[in-house]
């Protein structure tokens, strides 16, 4: 466990990190000095009103996106959850991270049907151009 001044510190690095204030919100480690700090990165989601949600709860719908940070051991992987159109008929509804991969794809990128919990914003949500992702 930390001591009181580390976890005040951290916790407002934590908060920088969600709210996006000055700092870019991609992935995250949640480490420090041997000590890995999920759960207080998860006290400090639902202070922000972040809650959990698997991928087809998330309540966004087309032209529109949901920040989501996505809790992959002792990483935090900032992303958005959104429908990610292929033509007018064709969609899907992904977690996709804000991190990307050499190919320019989605570094992280979560199906509808994965069983994983992702913590959400819905007060959040945001149109987007669904031709023009970024």
Do not use: C
């Not at 005040?8 to 690095?13: G, N, P, R, V």
């Not at 207080?40 to 991928?55: A, H, Q």
């Not at 991270?97 to 959400?120: C, H, M, Q, T």
């Amino acid at each position: 466990m930390l001591p009181d001044i580390y976890q005040w510190q951290i916790s407002d690095i934590f908060d920088d990190i969600i709210l996006g204030r000055g700092v870019k919100r991609s992935i995250h480690l949640l480490e420090y000095d041997d000590t890995i700090l999920t759960e207080l990165f998860i006290e400090r989601l639902l202070i922000f009103k972040y809650r959990p949600s698997k991928i087809k709860e998330a309540p966004v719908q087309v032209g529109q996106r949901i920040p989501a940070f996505y809790i992959n051991g002792k990483h935090a992987v900032f992303g958005y959850i959104f429908y990610e159109l292929f033509s007018e008929q064709q969609k899907r509804k992904i977690f996709g991270s804000v991190a990307r991969n050499e190919k320019g794809d989605w570094r992280y990128l979560l199906p509808v049907n994965s069983p994983v919990v992702v913590f959400i914003n819905p007060d959040l949500r945001e149109d987007i151009d669904l031709w023009h992702l970024n």
